[in-house]
Structure formats: structure tokens, C-alpha cells
């Protein structure tokens, strides 16, 4: 058998390898719900506070965040932004640096984290955004929203069909990508409409409900269980 991350690559590997469907299963990935839960860290706050987990470079998406703060139309005092990820280079984190020194919003970049570490984070926090232009099936979605997040996600191949099948009801609010000229490159001029999404979706997603959302088909035990 052949495991797949999603439906979406199920079929690409059914077309590449020529492989029929019963030698392939769709096998998804696992959160750790021993380290990701709901702490009850949120102690009561006036502004919305945002974060993002992952590397810190452009084709995840983190330029274009930094870009779409000003699209919220709020004032400093209304939100804070936390970045937890490393970098590849130093070039990455100085441009993101320089984002944040010349947006003006409470911005902080935490750096690389521990699990634990990044669960207190998420669990403090109110809205998770992941803005990627490539994911395979970002387990940070199912860790933030343990951890009591409404998220934020680009709406890459695949991810939106498993959340949906999983976890149904999650409340993820999707954000189509930009048009691409490869995986994980945007064409030239598209992002300002991305990025203008993005920020209406944030808004939106502040502006939810927190809502109870079912993972146990998101958990290793699941995963394990499928294979």
C-alpha cells in the first residue's frame, strides 16, 4: 500500500505511478494531543491576538501577512501578531525584521519553539493563520484548533477535503491562494489580491464564535488505526 496525505494526492500518485486505487490509502497525519490541548491560558484581553507557527520565509505566506495588517483596518491597540518558526537564513529573518519595524503593529518574532513551548503559545492566542502557498497537510491546523484557535488557511489541494471530512464544523475560513507559476511561487502582481483576502478573513475569523470542534479522527491513534 501506498499511504497518501489527502485525496488530492491520492490521485496524483494514482496518475504518476499508475497504480490502481486499492493499492493506495489515504492515511492523513496525527497531532499529539498529550502536549496540544486547551490550557485555559486566555486570560481576559481587549485586542484580538494572532499567530502564526512555521518557517519564516516567503513561500510560506509570512511577507504576506506582515502586508495584509494594514488591510485590517485596526488600530495598533486592536491586535498583536506572534511569529514562532525559524529560518533558513539570515536574509529571511532580516527582511521579516524589517517588515515588522516598518508596519508599526505590535508584531514579535519568537523564533524556533519546543512543542510545548508552542502550545502555550496557541493556547493564549485567538486566531491561528497559516497563509502558504504549498502545504502538504499542515498539522499545525489540527494543533492550533486543540489548543482552542480559530484559523486562518489558504485553501491549498486537499486540505479542505480532509479538514472538512475529519473534523467537520471546524470553522476554518479559507483563502483562495494566488495564481501560481509553480508550486510554491506566485505570479508576479497577484498578491496584493491575496493579501487583501487574507485580511478579510482575519477580520472575519476575530469576529467568530469560538466553537468546539471534534479532532479524535486527527489524532496518531486515528492515523494508526487507518494504517
Not at 490509502?25 to 512555521?54: K, Q
Not at 529560518?87 to 508599526?104: K, T, V
Not at 518574532?109 to 492566542?125: D, T, V, Y
Amino acid at each position: 500500500k501506498l499511504c497518501c496525505l489527502h485525496q488530492a494526492q491520492r490521485d496524483q500518485v494514482m496518475e504518476v505511478y499508475g497504480v490502481p486505487r486499492e493499492k493506495t490509502l489515504v492515511a492523513g497525519v496525527g497531532y499529539i494531543d498529550r502536549i496540544f490541548y486547551d490550557r485555559r491560558l486566555r486570560v481576559p484581553h481587549r485586542e484580538t491576538r494572532l499567530i502564526y507557527a512555521g518557517k519564516i520565509a516567503e513561500k510560506k505566506g509570512v511577507y504576506s501577512l506582515l502586508a495584509a495588517l494594514p488591510l485590517l483596518g485596526l488600530g495598533r491597540e486592536d491586535f498583536s501578531l506572534r511569529l514562532a518558526g525559524g529560518w533558513n537564513n539570515d536574509a529571511q529573518r532580516d527582511r521579516a525584521l524589517e517588515m515588522i519595524a516598518r508596519c508599526g503593529y505590535d508584531v514579535t518574532l519568537l523564533g524556533p519553539l519546543r512543542q510545548e513551548e508552542l502550545a502555550g503559545e496557541l493556547c493564549r492566542a485567538d486566531v491561528f493563520v497559516l497563509p502558504s502557498f504549498f502545504e502538504g497537510l499542515p498539522l499545525v491546523l489540527a494543533e492550533a484548533m486543540a489548543c482552542g484557535d480559530r484559523v486562518v488557511c489558504t485553501e491549498l489541494p486537499g486540505v479542505r477535503q480532509w479538514m472538512d471530512t475529519h473534523s467537520p464544523g471546524n470553522g476554518i475560513r479559507f483563502v483562495p491562494p494566488p495564481p501560481m507559476e509553480n508550486t510554491d511561487t506566485p505570479l508576479p502582481g497577484t498578491l496584493p489580491t491575496f493579501e487583501a483576502a487574507l485580511a478579510r478573513a482575519i477580520r472575519a475569523a476575530a469576529e467568530d464564535a469560538p466553537a468546539a470542534v471534534n479532532l479524535t479522527a486527527l489524532s496518531w491513534t486515528a492515523v494508526a488505526r487507518r494504517i
